[in-house]
């Protein structure tokens, strides 16, 4: 609850600027784009509200498309359909490779202000919900006082006006006296009421401009858009950029509306329609209800109305071509900005790999009785495949797997040296016996001795530390705990995606560290050679109270011909341990045909 409290505070930050952004462009740009094409900003504009509550991104615009293409090895293909076998050879050599030893932590309470708005914003929500409920209500209830039109002239005009307008679907017309202005209701069932009082005292062209404007909300389907609004008010009622874009496009839908009747009337006529505005103001001044569709609008709305109508002219087909290149345009630029917000809004997620070869594919059999991810790369074809996107996006904490890099860190800090890892116990005991001597890195990995890498850390110093890390892209580099188990079960996390990506970086050494060094790294990490290639890995085990909660296994494989990079993730409310992980793993990796 708290992490979505400050997720959904930034994004609205976030909302802010973009909104911000692209009301902007839309004034900038008004007198190249029609009132309809101003109008089609709502539509971004509801993608953006909505991403709040997405938990990732693709990586790139184009990764919004379904494009996700099938696995194309053969040995992958047959996994889809492939149950796991006993995993008790796993598990043996899962025992066989290192200890995976982990101490007992516990989570610090959290912030009261993220609950304290979370709370305040649903109570809010309820708020809204009531009013928009009864607001609907309340229209039901006029709805029901209404009367089929018995006025001839006027219905005849109405089927001619449906005619013109090539609507086919059936759509009932009614008269009250208690609608001020006519109205146009309903998604499924749509109806149209004009007011009664208003018929007596209008002639019959400018009755037809009304039901002309009351049929384009319905062409246009603005009960849907009118959905949205209800939504975004209730969800965003402590946002005031937010309600002043709904406000605005309101007002951009009933300009749309006006512009969309003067395309079917002569020029002549223009000022006819724009009389008719002017002779019902007093009338139209009152905006329409929240659910329904109507040409009544404030009194400044009106004014601006009445000033399209007068500027309106009709577009060539260069204007045309020229204002949908614009919107395209900004739209693309839009779908990479807003695309971002949940990443940078929280940094417990990351984003999908970049690479345009991604495949999905269940591997659920194997994760009964977790709760986990695995994420895949093949070097080679450049190839990603992802089991359960969302958690592999998901950042949590490293837990051990967090020792290659520290290891890596004294390497280059020069605390310890290829040929020289050895480190001295202080003589200070630990619940774990194998703790409780002199280390190398080598016993350290091995034995996941949480002392020698903390020692590490802590002659590297706290600047050295965060400047490293800044240069991994480690994850959400957060060391805000301000204790030197950080990366167990606290404030540092990384995504399965970000495991697999910084593995591959630093096989490549694409950072430029001594090759000396990351030899050190991957011979302290090597688990098992065999004819078909060489395993690598680290596991981590996150201990919350006593139960093993969080397990890792991250590594590669390394063939003649090859390199796979691989993470696992598994969350259990127990017995989610680095030997877990690794033992599906191994199963995986078998199943593909890799090792």
């Known amino acids: 609850m708290s992490s979505f409290a400050i997720h959904f505070l930034v994004c609205s930050l976030w909302i802010s600027i973009i909104i911000g952004l692209l009301l902007a462009a839309k004034y900038i740009l008004r007198k190249h784009l029609s009132c309809r094409m101003q109008y089609a900003f709502r539509i971004p504009i509801f993608f953006l509200l909505a991403m709040p509550f997405f938990s990732f991104r693709p990586a790139n615009p184009i990764g919004l498309l379904p494009f996700f293409q099938l696995w194309k090895q053969k040995k992958a293909s047959g996994i889809v359909s492939v149950f796991p076998s006993t995993m008790i050879a796993s598990r043996q050599n899962a025992a066989n490779w290192m200890n995976d030893f982990a101490v007992s932590s516990s989570h610090k309470a959290p912030s009261f202000f993220p609950i304290l708005f979370l709370l305040l914003w649903i109570l809010g929500m309820f708020v809204m919900l009531f009013f928009a409920i009864r607001a609907r209500i309340r229209l039901y209830k006029l709805e029901y006082t209404a009367l089929p039109l018995e006025n001839q002239a006027v219905r005849q005009l109405y089927m001619q006006c449906m005619k013109e307008m090539n609507i086919r679907q059936t759509i009932p017309v009614y008269s009250s006296v208690f609608f001020h202005s006519p109205i146009f209701v309903g998604l499924f069932r749509p109806k149209i009421y004009l007011p009664i009082p208003m018929l007596s005292g209008c002639d019959m062209k400018s009755i037809r401009y009304m039901l002309l404007h009351e049929l384009q909300h319905y062409r246009h389907k603005d009960s849907l858009a009118n959905i949205f609004f209800c939504f975004a008010r209730v969800i965003y009622w402590f946002h005031p950029i937010v309600l002043l874009a709904l406000k605005e496009m309101q007002a951009d839908k009933e300009r749309a509306c006006d512009s969309s009747v003067l395309k079917m009337l002569p020029a002549e006529e223009y000022i006819c329609y724009g009389n008719t505005l002017i002779n019902f103001a007093e009338k139209l001044s009152s905006p329409t209800c929240l659910w329904a569709n109507g040409m009544g609008c404030g009194m400044k709305q009106l004014k601006k109305r009445i000033l399209n109508i007068a500027d309106f002219k009709m577009q060539t087909k260069w204007q045309s071509v020229k204002e949908k290149c614009i919107f395209a345009f900004i739209i693309v630029i839009f779908l990479e900005s807003a695309a971002r917000m949940p990443v940078y809004a929280s940094r417990d997620f990351t984003s999908l790999p970049p690479s345009q070869i991604t495949s999905s594919i269940d591997l659920s059999a194997f994760f009964q009785g977790y709760d986990g991810c695995f994420a895949f790369y093949d070097s080679k074809e450049n190839q990603w495949l992802l089991y359960n996107e969302k958690l592999c996006v998901q950042r949590t904490t490293p837990e051990s797997t967090y020792k290659i890099y520290s290891a890596l860190l004294g390497l280059e800090s020069k605390i310890i040296t290829p ?153 259990s409310a127990s017995n989610a341990g680095g030997k877990a992980a690794s033992a599906i793993t191994l199963e995986i990796l078998r199943e593909l045909g890799i090792f």
């Not at 016996?433 to 002659?459: C, G």
């Not at 301000?482 to 399965?496: C, D, N, R, T, Y």
């Not at 690598?536 to 796979?564: D, R």
Request: proline share 2%; aromatic share 14%; no cysteine.
């Open 419 to 571: 040929h020289s890892t050895f480190m001295a116990w202080d003589g200070q005991p630990h619940v774990i016996e194998q703790w409780n001597q002199n280390q190398t890195l080598s016993s350290a990995m091995h034995d996941s001795v949480n002392w020698y890498f903390q020692a590490l850390d802590k002659r590297a110093g706290n600047e050295a530390l965060k400047k490293f890390y800044a240069r991994l892209g480690y994850g959400n580099q957060n060391f805000s705990d301000g204790s030197s188990s950080f990366w167990l079960g606290s404030s540092l996390k990384i995504s399965a995606i970000e495991q697999v990506e910084l593995l591959t970086k630093l096989y490549r050494n694409e950072y430029h560290f001594s090759p000396e060094n990351i030899r050190a790294v991957q011979s302290a990490i090597k688990l098992e050679e065999r004819p078909e290639g060489t395993l690598y890995g680290k596991t981590g085990t996150g201990n919350i109270n006593g139960e093993n909660k969080n397990g890792w296994f991250i590594g590669y494989v390394e063939t003649s011909e090859n390199t796979y990079f691989f993470a696992t993730n598994i969350h």
